[in-house]
Each structure stands twice: as C-alpha cells, then as structure tokens.
C-alpha cells in the first residue's frame, strides 16, 4: 500500500508539471489565434448584440434551455443555466424576437437592433393552454422541460433525463436510472451493446477516473440522490474525447438553478422483507442547498448518504465428463453442486460543491467538485456437493458402487465442502475542476484545467472447509434447473456432516488495489459567422494507473473446524424456501470475528509462495497514457436545415510496467524481474452531422462519426509468466491496437408542446480491432524468443478482426391529455432498444449471425463465407424494453415501471468442449444469462407546499434469473433470487 501512495505521489507531481507545459502551449497558440480574432474586431463592430433573460411568468424561474431565434435568419441561441441568452453579430435592422420552450406559449416581440449597440431584451414566458385552459406544469414535467429543451437544441444525438424524473423511479444510484434511458441495456452498464468500459464517464464535464483493472467507471456507488441531470451523448462532436466508443455518459451534479434560492432534503428507510434479519435495514439521507445572493455568484452544496444492502440465494450446477485412463468423457455428468446465500452492506457518502463567479456579463468562472467514498462489506456462504467424476462408472445419476463392490480407486469418494467469504471494499471517487469562459461580441473563449481520480481496494477473505473422501452421491436431474442430492448409502460415511467434521483447509486471502488519476485541460475558441459558428481548440489528457493484486493462500498450523467458530443468530437458510438438505446451508458462522482469528493469529499460519506468485506478478502494474489533441469544427445553419463537420487529431503515448516471472518444472518460484514497454500512435476522427427540421418540434437527424476504444490496462500490462511445471504461459499484450469505430445514426424526434417527445432512431458501428481473451495451444520448435520446446498452452489477448453493432431504439413520454376525464391525467415513459453483433473472436467453426447473412441470402446479395464464423458481443442484450405509466392529480403522483431485457451471451469459451447432449459434438461452451425482468411502484404525494411523503417498491415480481453453458436445457448454471424492497420516506423542499 506504501508503494501505491508513492506512486500516486510520482504521478501527481509529474502531471501538474507535463499539464503546465501542455497547457501553457495551449494558452500561447490561442492568445496568437486571439490576437488574429480581433484583427476582426471591426467587421464585428459594424453589426450589434442581442442579450437577455428568460424567466417563468407565475414564479420568476429562469427557464433553462429556452429556444430564441431571430424570425427569417438563421441565428438564435439558447438559454444558460441562469436563464440568459445572447446573439452576436446581428445586422442592424428591426426583426421579430421569437422564445419557445416546451410546455409554455410561444412569445414573440418586435426588437430593432443599432449598428455597435447591445439590445437587452428579457422575457417571461406562460405556461401552454388547451381549449383556453392552462395546463399545470408540474415540477416534474418543469424538470423535464429543461432537459428535453437540452435534447433538442443539441446538434449531435443524445438523450437528456432530469432529476425529476428519477426521483419518479425507485432508483438508487446512477446505474440504476441509466438503465431507463433508450439504448442503456439491463442495468444500465451497456450502451448500445458495447460495454460501459468503453464510455467515457465524466462528472460535470469532468473524466472520472476508473474503478477496476479495466477502464470502466462504478456508477452504482454513486447515489441519485446527488444528480441534477443524466446526458448520454450517443454521437460525440469534434470537440470531445474520441475515447467514446460507446459514447459519453455525463452526471450533472445539484447545483443552484435560474438563480434561485434552492433547498431539498430528503429522508428515508426501508427493507428487502425476506433477509432483513441479516443485513439490516435501508436507509437514506441526502440534502441540497444552492443559492444567488447576488448577480454576480453562486454556489451549490448538496450532500448525500444511502446505507443500501441487497441480497441474493444461488443454486449453482457444473457440468464434466467422466474421467478414465483415457482423460475425461463428453460432458454429461453433474460435477458440482452448490447453493449460496449472499448479502452486502454498502454505505456510501458522497458530498459536491459548485462556485460560480460572474463579475460581468461577459466573463463567467467556477470551480466545482465531487467527493464519493463506498464501503461495502459483502458476505457469502456457500456448500457444495463434489462427486468424484471417476465414480460415475456408467450411471450418470449416482457415483460409487450400491453393491459394495469397488475398483481400484474405491476408497477414494466424493466430498462436501463449505466456503464462506467476506469482502471488504472501498471506492473513492473524487473530480474538481476550475474553469472560464468569456462571451465577447466577436468569440467564446472557454478553458478548464481538472482532475479525476478513481480508487478501488479490496480485501477477500476467503475459508475452505471439506469433510475428507467420504461420501458418494444420488443425483435427480430430472429437472436439471431443480436437481436434488442425497449421500449415498453405500458411502463410508452415509450421514450428513457434523460441523466437527467439516475441517478447515486453508485461507485464501486476496488484496487487490488499483488507483487511476486523470488531469486534463483544455482551450476553446468559437467564432460566429453569418450562418453559424466556427469552433476550434486543443486539449491534454494524461492518466496514470496503478493496479495490484496480491494471493495470500495459507494454512493453519492446527487443526480447526466449522464447530470451532461462532455462528451469527439465526445462523441456517434454506435456499429459496425448498425443503430438504440440498438447498440447505446449515451453519453461518460470524465471519467477522473469523477475519479477526485470522488476523490475530497471521504468525500460525503458512503462506503457499507458488500460489502468491502466480497471482501476484502478473496483476502488478503500472500505465502512463498521455493523449494531446487539436479540433477544428463548424456549425452552418439555414432557417430550416443544420450541418456540423468537424476533423479532431489525437495523439497517444503510451508506457506501461509489468513483471516477468517463471515457475519452475517442480512449481517453485524462480523469482520475478520488471518488464516495461512504450509506444505510440496517431488518429484522425471525421465528423459529419445534418439535422433537418421538419417543423418547429420535429427534426431529422443523420450522423457520422468516428471514435475510439482503447484495451483495458490489465489487458496492456507487458506481464509475463512461464510455469514449466504445466507447460502454459500467461501474458498480457501491450501492442494490442485500439479499436476504432465509425459509427452511423439516423434519427426522427418530435417533441410535445405538453412536454414529451417521440423518437425512432437506427444506428451502426463499424468495428476494427475489438480485443478478446484467447487460449491457444503453441508448438515452439528450433529457435525461437521464448527459448521453449515442445507444445504450451498460452493465455493472453489478441486484437479481433472485425465487430459490428447494429439496431434500433423506440421511445415514447408524453402525458395522456387527448383522453378523455381524469384519464387525462396519465402518462407514459415508454422505450424499446434493439441491439444486434456480430464478431471474429477467431473460431474457425460456424457460428450463428442470428439470421443476418441467411437474410442477405435470401435477397440474392453476396455473402463471405467467413461471414458465418462469428459470434455476438459479451454481455449484449438484443432486446430491452422499459415501460412505465404513471398518473398525477392535483399533489398525487404514482407510476409503475416495468423492464424486461432478453438473454445475453455473457462470457466466451476459450476453447472446444465435448458434449453429449442433445447429441454428441465438440462446441464452445458460452455462457449465457437468460431474460431478465423487474416491476416497480413509485407514489408520491405533497401534504403541503413544503413536505412530501414518498413510497418505493422494486423488483415485485422478485422472479428467478437463470444462466447456463451453451443450451439452457441441459447445461444450466446459476438460478438465482433477489428479494424485494420497500422504502418509505419524508422530503422537505423550500
């Protein structure tokens, strides 16, 4: 742990020094460019300025995201955070002034605009009526208001949910209300079928630093609480990160509003009914608090806190073959049995502040940050039921010998084994940026210098207790998803184990840290011209990354068993309520007074050195990837018809530091030695969108951009290690190239004056380079850089030829006003995502294109025979659906949101497998997770102006989730069950 803090002491100090120098490049080149701006200045001075503010006319709430526009041209603007607007170099002559905003009445006023002048021009906007009746907006729909405003007026595609609108789900945390966004997948971490690792994740406009080995941002550490807006940009502009393969999900923290006073505190507890018992209640606090004393700042505060336990029950099945002299048969034998019961207790804090200066109505600065620490403590019990394969003789339903008999391995049986486990983990999440931005007659100029730093340690203590070779078993598989297990009469010991003879084997302890820090800065110019905006700027990213991991596996220097530790009350569970021993878990012993015996008496024990080294130098690390960047762009607009092309160049260089080491053909460590590696590479990213508007709320988008995706850091460490005692080598590859995707969307949106919007969107990604795990087997002869002979197995990670994610999203929110009496009163958020892949992973056998080339086929186009050799992407779900009504009268609001999301592969195969059913063949044994669905109820009602009652209920239905190898017919694995969770709560707003 020392050497990590020194480390991240090393890469602070070395990014301030290379980000000063960067960044004060950056300043030089711009003030040359600021110099040439004003050279013309004068053009500018011939033409005037329009500004303003845009406020509700019943509170006085700046209006967010207001559309103004000047009638027969193609300039306008947009509102700010404060409500103000602003429109440069207008000629001078008179016009109409027109404001639109979602959910209020259109305004128009008739302005006259002098040559060098500014013109104030404010206005206040009423809500819309119907028939002559005014429709209420409510502070939800007012919300979401502003964010489908920001949706709208955008350039590029994305998706824009308030606050509000989370607050209307039973959600906890960001994962969780990103998965109610079109394209999202279950549970929030897949975009568009390409993993969440590959999106960047910024805080605030802040990159956040990783949470793992990979580069992947935890997002369900961070509570709802916290967020103000959710954006998931889903087609990058020239003027961000190209790391966005999956695109960009944002979090806008609480922050003061339209300048006005702002205090909500919310309070609440609740309970998952079936394991209360074990891991306690839920609660939840948060309170936010932003003002504008003057006209010149402002600052927010908000502070959040969730103690927020869940639980699972697990009936585990793997599968073998039998094994003989000859090495082991085509799978078709139960060769483990397991159930568990698992409960975590995470506790997270997380605390934000924003500071905004505006000394004048040019110049604008802030400084912002988050601050985000979890600590969960998780708990498992597990107990198994091992047959010994060899015992099956030829009956696949029970092992051993029912006659007495015996072979030559007859005293050799099966066993029983029990594993309990706790983790403790804790997550630090911190951003802080600072930054201006100034709003002269003739440009924008917006610079930010920041820092995100990620931190993810863990400890894993890990008990392994097994009766020794005594029993055999009788297996019903009838129904293979609920088989059933009794020891075997004819065993040695035919009883079912007393906790005495359940003996301890070992301790496996695990300690695992990475630390990632970014610092970036960036500069910005833009320029308007006569139909648009011209933009350019630079920017550098610099990330350091540390990853350890260390394997502590050690044995006891007496004897110990289950009955020697404590058990916690209510110390047995029986696994969905079934009855008999198999679902059984008959003791839970307090695992936090086992990791303190463990601590306290770490002397006694006896630590493997193979095994530490087998996991400890090949997680040890050490990544510096440094990325500059330059952009240049333009926005051209005519009154009905919007283009934005841009170029964006980036340059990387990267250096990475890993360790080498060999086990000898006896297993014994030889030692270990540092290994490093460096390079670097450039790319260009085109970009190219229209948006055409068909009407004052519908447009048409087309879009093309290209992006980038860079290999995870554990998959970049240069480690090597050759164990000659089992003649395989695993290494990681640091040459691995980048993935690189262009990426084409077409998009038709109309948006509802009641405020809503209606969208169907196609998009398709073009994928170079994508990485997989491989497992080969390799014949080194003659010479060669190893120095090995004969045949190896290898593990490591190779670039993919070619991936192709293609699909289409639906999604429908509007409020139900055409119905006809209090039916009026509902309304609906509703989407559908349709996601499909294909990918070379390098198998030469025929895979399923889940029907793509047999279409093509049948349309008489060419098809690649190699086409069909290709396999989906992990952990994509081709179809999810989210569908939510809800209802709202007067202070009463309820809905119900229902998800279901289709199965998924979740994990590849390595290699071949032989199988025996359905019929015998060699087959990748995939892993799947099969369909997953969820109902919730969310009611929320105002006693006054001030105080609101609030109820959740999630995961209703609490249904069962399955996964399972290849068929899930015959090779099921998991079968798992959440409970259900109930929250009730208080919410005060000023």
């Keep these: 742990m020392q050497r990590s803090g020194s480390i991240f002491t090393k890469d602070f100090g070395s990014a301030l020094r290379l980000i000063g120098r960067s960044f004060f490049s950056i300043q030089f080149v711009g003030a040359v460019l600021f110099v040439m701006m004003l050279c013309t200045a004068s053009v500018f001075a011939q033409n005037g300025t329009i500004r303003g503010e845009v406020k509700e006319a019943e509170t006085g709430e700046a209006l967010i995201g207001a559309n103004v526009i000047l009638q027969g041209t193609s300039k306008g603007a947009s509102t700010d955070i404060d409500g103000r607007y602003v429109i440069r170099n207008v000629s001078p002559e008179e016009y109409t002034l027109i404001f639109r905003y979602l959910g209020f009445e259109s305004k128009d006023v008739q302005i006259t605009v002098e040559a060098g002048q500014t013109l104030t021009q404010n206005m206040e906007m009423s809500a819309t009526t119907v028939q002559g009746e005014e429709i209420q907006i409510t502070a939800q729909q007012r919300g979401q208001a502003r964010a489908l405003s920001e949706q709208r007026k955008s350039v590029n595609i994305k998706n824009v949910i308030s606050s509000e609108q989370i607050e209307s789900f039973a959600d906890n945390t960001v994962t969780d209300a990103l998965s109610r966004i079109s394209g999202m997948g279950h549970g929030g971490t897949n975009i568009r079928g390409v993993g969440a690792g590959s999106a960047n994740v910024t805080m605030d406009g802040q990159r956040m630093g990783a949470t793992g080995g990979n580069r992947s941002v935890d997002l369900s550490t961070i509570s709802s609480d916290m967020v103000q807006d959710l954006e998931v940009i889903k087609v990058i502009t020239p003027d961000m990160d190209a790391d966005a393969l999956a695109g960009v999900i944002n979090i806008n923290t609480?922050?003061?509003?339209?300048?006005?006073?702002?205090?909500?505190?919310?309070?609440?507890?609740?309970?998952?009914?079936?394991?209360?018992?074990?891991?306690?209640?839920?609660?939840?606090?948060?309170?936010?608090?932003?003002?504008?004393?003057?006209d010149t700042y402002s600052f927010g505060l908000n502070f959040s806190y969730q103690r927020d336990p869940?639980?699972?029950?697990?009936?585990?099945?793997?599968w073998g073959g039998q094994k003989s002299f000859e090495g082991y048969g085509p799978m078709d034998r139960l060769a483990n049995l397991g159930t568990e019961l698992n409960f975590s207790v995470p506790q997270r804090i997380g605390t934000g502040l924003q500071f905004t200066f505006q000394p004048s109505e040019v110049s604008t600065y802030h400084v912002q940050g988050m601050f985000n620490v979890q600590n969960r403590t998780r708990y498992q019990y597990a107990l198994s039921y091992n047959p010994r394969l060899e015992n099956y003789i030829e009956n696949p339903f029970y092992t051993g010998f029912p006659d007495g008999g015996g072979g030559p391995d007859a005293e050799n049986q099966g066993t029983m084994s029990y594993s309990p486990r706790m983790?403790?983990?804790?997550?630090?999440?911190?951003?802080?940026?600072?930054?201006?931005?100034?709003?002269?007659?003739?440009?924008?100029?917006?610079?930010?210098?920041?820092?995100?730093?990620?931190?993810?340690?863990?400890?894993?203590?890990?008990?392994?207790?097994?009766?020794?070779?005594?029993?055999?078993?009788?297996?019903?598989?009838?129904?293979?998803?609920?088989?059933?297990?009794?020891?075997?009469?004819?065993?040695?010991?035919?009883?079912?184990?007393?906790?005495?003879?359940?003996?301890?084997?070992?301790?496996?302890?695990?300690?695992?840290?990475?630390?990632?820090?970014?610092?970036?800065?960036?500069?910005?110019?833009?320029?308007?011209?006569?139909?648009?905006?011209?933009?350019?700027?630079?920017s550098s990213s610099l990330t350091y990354k540390r990853g350890i991991g260390e394997r502590l596996l050690r044995e006891y220097s007496s004897n110990l068993d289950v009955s020697k530790f404590q058990q916690i009350e209510n110390g047995s569970w029986q696994i969905f309520n079934r009855a008999g021993s198999t679902y059984q878990i008959p003791w839970l012993i307090d695992l936090e007074k086992a990791r303190d015996f463990y601590i306290t008496q770490t002397p006694r024990f006896q630590t493997d050195l193979e095994e530490w080294a087998l996991s400890t130098e090949t997680s040890d690390y050490f990544a510096n990837e440094n990325t500059y960047a330059a952009y240049v762009m333009g926005n051209f607009e005519v009154e009905w018809f919007t283009v934005l092309g841009g170029l964006r160049v980036e340059h990387t260089f990267n250096k990475y530091e890993g360790r080498e080491s060999e086990i000898s053909q006896s297993g014994i460590f030889r030692g270990a030695s540092d290994i490093s590696n460096s390079n670097s590479y450039t790319n260009f990213f085109p970009n190219l969108q229209t948006v055409f508007s068909l009407g004052d709320l519908t447009n048409v988008r087309f879009a093309y951009s290209r992006s980038i995706g860079r290999p995870s850091f554990s998959q970049l460490n240069p480690y090597i290690q050759r164990n000659y005692s089992t003649r395989t080598i695993q290494r990681g590859n640091p040459d691995l190239d980048p993935m690189l995707s262009n990426n084409f969307d077409i998009l038709f949106e109309h948006y509802f004056m009641n405020v809503g919007q209606f969208t169907v969107g196609l998009f398709y990604k073009d994928m170079k380079d994508f990485v997989f795990s491989s497992t080969e087997i390799v014949d080194y002869t003659g010479d060669n850089e190893e120095g090995l002979t004969g045949r190896w197995t290898v593990d490591g990670f190779k670039n993919g030829e070619e991936a192709k994610v293609y699909g289409a999203e639906i999604s429908w929110q509007q409020k139900l006003e055409f119905l006809p009496g209090r039916l009026g009163n509902l309304a609906t958020y509703s989407n559908y995502s349709y996601a499909q892949s294909i990918a070379d992973v390098g198998r030469q056998e025929e895979q399923s294109t889940h029907g793509l080339a047999e279409f093509k086929e049948l349309l008489g186009m060419k098809v690649d025979p190699e086409y069909k050799y290709v396999t989906p992407l992990e952990g994509q779900r081709p179809h999810v659906i989210n569908a939510g009504l809800e209802y709202s009268e007067g202070d009463f609001f309820a809905q119900v949101s229902y998800q279901w999301a289709a199965n998924a592969l979740s994990s590849y195969a390595g290699e071949q497998t032989a199988i025996a059913l359905p019929q015998p063949e060699e087959v990748y044994l995939d892993q799947y997770n099969d369909a997953a669905q969820d109902l919730s109820l969310t009611v929320r009602y105002w006693i006054n102006s001030s105080f609101q009652i609030w109820f959740d209920a999630s995961n209703i239905l609490n249904n069962k989730e399955f996964n399972y190898y290849y068929d899930a017919d015959y090779y099921p694995y998991t079968t798992e069950l959440d409970g259900r969770e109930i929250t009730l709560g208080l919410r005060y707003r000023l």
């Design 254 to 294: 609480r922050r003061p509003v339209g300048g006005e006073r702002d205090l909500n505190i919310r309070l609440g507890g609740g309970l998952q009914d079936r394991y209360v018992r074990h891991m306690g209640t839920n609660r939840r606090a948060s309170i936010s608090y932003g003002d504008s004393p003057s």
């Design 310 to 318: 869940s639980a699972n029950e697990v009936l585990r099945t793997e």
């Design 423 to 538: 983790d403790e983990a804790t997550i630090h999440q911190y951003t802080v940026q600072a930054g201006g931005r100034h709003r002269l007659d003739n440009m924008d100029i917006e610079y930010k210098l920041g820092w995100g730093h990620g931190r993810f340690n863990d400890d894993q203590y890990r008990m392994s207790f097994e009766t020794r070779s005594r029993q055999e078993f009788i297996f019903d598989l009838e129904d293979r998803w609920n088989p059933s297990v009794e020891i075997a009469p004819w065993s040695r010991n035919p009883s079912y184990p007393e906790p005495s003879q359940m003996v301890f084997q070992d301790m496996d302890h695990r300690i695992n840290s990475n630390v990632d820090n970014d610092f970036e800065a960036s500069i910005d110019f833009e320029v308007p011209h006569r139909w648009g905006e011209f933009k350019f700027g630079s």
